[in-house]
């Protein structure tokens, strides 16, 4: 049982490239997420899916895309990578049926994707 | 709009003696309240939650926090500090948003233990 995955650990991208970021879940949760992680601004999340089929933007949803591709898989896509991005990326997930219906569910994180854009 | 504030960038402490790592929280409706902790390099974990019940909850590595409805506060604790609980802890929030219960970290507390 590997939890949450997340790839690649490392990437360092030029002003404008594209990248798509991973993340796999095997606890066959119903929910998952994106966020980044700067230093001071804790955790703000990116997108999040509450199910298999369903996205909505969190808090800093500009400049990023994502994919619910099943119920394990849900990716992150930059299309023009900006130095603004450079960050740390977490994927979670959690084991909620709806956002409002079991809002007392943890969520388990993968181990992050550390960006650097140039 | 819901929030967490962890008024403290770094708490020190020495190890035996007890910690705190403080969280208070604004939101509507009734809160889910939670803390993660995060060692470098690693993605956060899960240390407790409070759902509803007894205010004192008991999570992992013998940490503890006690939800205050009136100070809208959730610290955490510890009775004796460990050098190896030297990492990054946030308090996480989710309550009634639109619907939703998107979950809201604080920035983190960077708790340092000395031996």
């Known amino acids: 049982n590997a939890g949450v995955t997340q790839t690649p650990k490392f990437q360092v991208l030029k002003t404008g490239q594209s990248m798509t970021l991973q993340c796999a879940q095997d606890?066959?949760?119903?929910?998952m997420y994106w966020y980044r992680q700067d230093p001071g601004m804790g955790l703000r999340l990116i997108y999040y899916?509450?199910?298999?089929?369903?996205?909505d933007k969190g808090e800093v949803p500009n400049g990023y895309n994502v994919s619910r591709l099943n119920k394990r898989e849900f990716s992150l896509r930059l299309e023009s990578a900006a130095p603004s991005q450079t960050s740390v990326y977490f994927c979670?997930?959690?084991?909620?049926?709806?956002?409002?219906?079991?809002?007392?569910?943890?969520?388990?994180f993968g181990p992050g994707t550390r960006l650097t854009v140039l | 709009a819901q929030s967490v504030a962890q008024p403290e960038d770094q708490v020190n402490v020495a190890e035996g003696n007890p910690l705190t790592v403080k969280c208070t929280y604004s939101?509507?409706?009734?809160?889910?309240l939670f803390w993660y902790v995060q060692y470098p390099n690693r993605g956060l974990q899960f240390l407790l939650k409070?759902?509803?019940?007894?205010?004192l909850v008991k999570g992992s590595y013998g940490f503890e926090a006690e939800f205050n409805k009136s100070q809208t506060s959730f610290h955490l604790k510890k009775p004796s500090a460990l050098v190896s609980d030297s990492a990054l802890y946030f308090c996480a929030v989710r309550a009634p948003s639109g619907g939703s219960y998107i979950p809201t970290f604080g920035r983190g507390t960077s708790l340092i233990v000395h031996p």
């Open positions: 899916s509450a199910s298999e089929g369903t996205t």
């Open positions: 939101v509507s409706g009734n809160p889910y």
């Open positions: 409070y759902i509803t019940g007894d205010n």
């Open positions: 979670a997930s959690s084991e909620d049926v709806g956002l409002a219906e079991t809002p007392y569910n943890e969520q388990f």
């Open positions: 606890m066959n949760h119903n929910s």
